[in-house]
């Protein structure tokens, strides 16, 4: 195998467009029709025992004694694990904080104390689901309860400390001061200002829970983790050290994965329990997560205030910037964070062309479940304060809300347009796609249809969400939370080979969990090497130990169409140069006079049988090659490495290319409030996609859709609601309400296509949306509501109960927000 | 999931499964499961004994006789919508049975099933007390009938008594009935947050409110206008569960909104 | 007099072979598909009856079954998502709309989605796209917005 590893900033390729931009049928389909898909807990393995986690009720309490000997005397148990094991066979988990952050430890099962609710304390292996359950019951956990956080503004106080090894709950922080705050301050004609504003935690809850059937071989000291971790290499980095083992050692394999989100990446403390137990019994252990644990202890999205917002604002509209103090509770432990608090700086200026601005960043940590980077991590929080901003400035100056955004938009004339963060905006139209929604929402006749509803006792109002969702990330920001870290950049593999019977194999480092990469990918290879993709098999799922991969590989952060098909067509362009090379030795002419087209290596006009099948060449380097030159060592099977370039950050300004691309959402929709109950409905919705050249559009719309439908069920009803005593009051689907079938309405989507300049196939990152709906339904609200006194949305989250307040009691809300001439 | 060790019968008669209910302490009769086998999931109750009454055809007829529509305990919500019975003489039943869960949970779930969980936020306790209906219940010293506003004792407890059975319900019939229901869900077809129901005859009204209370609260304004209706509720002094949905507040003044909506549709109905 | 006991001997038909088995009394019908008869095309999603990842038809009517107990399914005809293609090389009309519709991305609700559509198709040959939303509200999608999915129940009814 030959390897290519190669820095790519060249401009595009011209790609002929045959199968790329098709709306192709998926590979992936027929299997999962006929529930022939293979997921972590469809695989057996003889005598595998079944785990459940002793779990803890409180949200923070000192562990006095745990007793497992009830539990072991029960008929099938297997075995038990306990905190105390782990302490001594595990060291904790790597922290990515500098202090005080980073001197929190965390283990895969509670030590000495539990800070969460559902925090496991201890796990129990049987023979059967019911038997594990069982035996849990019998385990008899002894608890001290603790004064309890769970609101992050109490936690930053430090008045009681959750991590006595980091000595406050402070993670993270520090100021972020691009341009001129003063100076634009000082330049304004007014000043907005808003006391408090808050983005709520609920996370996008994979219909399918986490688990994993994990074996142990003794002989080898490895594990194989049939599972679905959608970021195995990076499970990896904290899994290894952890178990003082050597990464070779995890083989993780994922095929079909139901829905990640990001919520399939902090899975390694429960992984290494699983790893234990499987070494400790001897045996494959099955652990599948019920949905009642998915949500009371496992991957929340990152919660976040916003206080003292000061917004600079011109007379006219113009927006100079703002200066806020950012408030983000992590949950229990940080695992993933602190990087919630720089991915965000990657959209800072949303999708405006304002030059100064400020933000004090700080994360704690709560007695709440540990967040997970969720669809849109840490940027849609941040654009929601972008959208709020701007809505809130428009309603308080009594701007028109289209045009404040277009005003401040980024021109496409301004593309590539460098923000003052340094991050590069490749391309896009915000102001056309604004207008695109606008005209799909009927927004010409907006106000004839807010007097039709007021007549029959609605508040109509229409709102407008602009998102960016920033794809293939610069690792290299880790650096500017702690400089110490060995992370920048990013990476991503493939293989491509020509197989012996003439077919075209992939495999791929990315994990997908629906995205469709198997056919995506095989649109790629077939239009470079000229044949269908029926004929590319791209091997379905992820095995560590098979397919390629690099450091950074994995699905996430909206990335597959710019790093996981920039790998597939560096790969595929070299073998197509090889198969060229190949077939011009074998057909005795110029290279040049080779085509590769319909499964064919032929002589470009020669006679018909001046032409190779694909499968003579397969045949030839595989099996036939004794007449192949001496010096002329074809393989037919390349691995290519894509690695786009940022060049490094500026630690101390915090300033660089965060990200390679910047696909635009523009939302907007029409809703109804009824005026006597608060029930909101949605009459009409549109999301308009730019993620420059679209590979499969069908695939591309889905997104917008699941997208959407994920920002709807944020918007009005998704929240993860602790009460005081840190208990979790919406740990299922009856309270915590994702949307139905009759509660999304019918989806307008439209698309422009602006190519990025920076990537292999004009291609960008897209899926996580941003948040779009978020944005465009709280804007909605407040337009509906303002003929009733003018209230502020203040949360992201705006179920009935608040939207009905909020029409009781508007002052309150508008105490938050203040007008003060410059 | 993964329920606790349970002991299973299923009984052919219903007298074989009084008996199994009188006979085995800790048993509970278990209908369509769309409420218990939930709970028992959750191992928030651990029955010792399931009786199942799905082999019980007679339990699952609806019929009626002279002026009263009876619906056997294990008519099934789909049963309900598709009954032409119902259909003919209290139509109400089918639309408000239409709006329970979904599909797959009204093929398996049962009216009685849903009164004798009497979770506060079910559909049909409201209802039947508004429609006047009686329970019709068996046990080992045999049968009795209980007015639907005695029926509901509180959160998760009925007239039914240990060892007996809910046989059948039965609702006055009349095809023409100025009946009406209203909800505020979660969502479009979320759990109620507030619900009531309303029948009105002679000019005088049953206004039945459901979520505020561990039992339907049955209100008897002085009028059908809308005046009335408000100052029913006022006076009825609701002191409603707070949660995450709805404070007491909010969850008084939907109770009023929907009390209000209730009636005004059971007007336009009896028109 | 049946008597209670803690498992029975059951015998069920799935998709026309008939499985008998000795199941605990508390064992969910779902966990007896999946783990006793290793048809793992019927997924949880939930553990509260929410999402229908489990649908399966019970004598003909969509049923979640995780809401059933494997000794009440005793004598019973199933169906699941294993048993709506007419062969393995051959799709069914509603299997083909869900692919060509893009109706499914990870596709883990899509067998509970699949039946709960192929139940109402059943007696609704043709519905309307309020029809297809109501015979769905009992699944969930976390990946599709339903949008896809409604307009592949509508128009396999629309070629029917």
Redesign the interface.
Known sequence: MSTTETSTTAAPTELQKGHIGQ?I??K????????????F??V?RHGMGYV?FVRSPHAHAKILSIDVSAALELDGVYGTLTGDEVAIQTDPFFEMSTPPGANIKDYALAVGRVRFMGEPVAAVVART??L???AA?LVEVEYEPLDVLVDARESVKDETVMHDDAGSNVVWSGVFDWGDWEAAKAEADHIVKIDELHFHRFS??????SGALVEYEKASGQWTLHCNHQMPGVGAIWMAPSLRTGIDKLRFITR????G?GNKICLHPYYVTLCLLARKLNRPVNW?E???DQHTANAHGNERWFHDVEVAVKSDGTMLGFNVKALDDCGAFPRYEPLGCIIWAQVTAGCYGWRNIRVDFTQVTTNKSPVSPNRGYSRMQHLWLTERIIDIVATELDLDRVEIRKRNYVKTEQMPYETPNGCVYDSGDYARCLDIALDLIGYDTIEERRAEAAARGKLLGFGIGSTLDSGTNNFGQSQMLNPELQFSGNNEAATVKLDIFGELVVTLGTVP????HETTASQVVADIVGCSPDQVNVRQGHDTFFNSNAGFSGTYASQFAVTGLGAVKGAADALRAEMIQLAAAVLQCEEGQIELADGFARIKDGPAEAALPFMALGAIVNANNAFLPPDFNPTLNHRFVYRPYFGPVDVEKKMGKLTLTYSTQIHACVLEVDR????VEIVDYAAVDDCGVRIHP??V??QV??A???AIGAA??E?F?YDEDGQL??S????Y????????P??KTSAIESPSPFTPLGSKGMGEGGGGGIHCIGSAIQDALKPVGKPIVYDSCN???RV??MLQDPERTRANVEVVPA | MLLREVEYARPSSVDEAIRLLAANEGARALAGGQTLVNVMKARAASPDVLVDLNSLDELREISVSGETLQLGAMATYTRIMASSEVDVSRPILAEVAAQIADVQVRNRGTIGGNICSNDPTNHLPPLLVALGASMTIRGADGERTVAANEFFLGVYMTAVGEGELLLSVSVPAAANAADGFASVTIGRDGTCIANAAASLAGGAARVVLGCVDAVPILLEPAGTDEESIRQAVAAASLEPPSDVHASAEYRRHLAGVCAVRAVQQATERGR | MSQPSLSRSIAVEVNGEVYEREVDARRLLVHFIRDDLDLTGTHVGCDTGNCGACTIHLDGQAVKSCMVLAVQADGSKLRTVEGLAPSDDQLSPLQQSFSAHHALQCGYCTPGMLMSASALLEQNPRPTEEEARKAIQGNICRCTGYVNIVEAIVSTGASA
Request: glycine share 10%.
């Open positions: 709306s049928p998926r992936e389909d027929k299997r999962l029709v006929q529930g022939q898909g293979i997921f807990d469809d057996r459940h689901r019911e594990a359950r069982d019951e996008s809850t994979p219909l399918e829970c079909d994965i139901g829905g989100f599948t019920w949905r009642t969990q629906g995205q469709g006597e109950t608060g029930v069908q695939i719309e889905g859709h699941g959407t439908a994920h009005l009803h929240e609601i009051l919406t299922n689907f009856y309270d309400h994702v949307p139905h079938a009759l509660d999304v019918a989806l179920p009935y109960h009905w307040s």
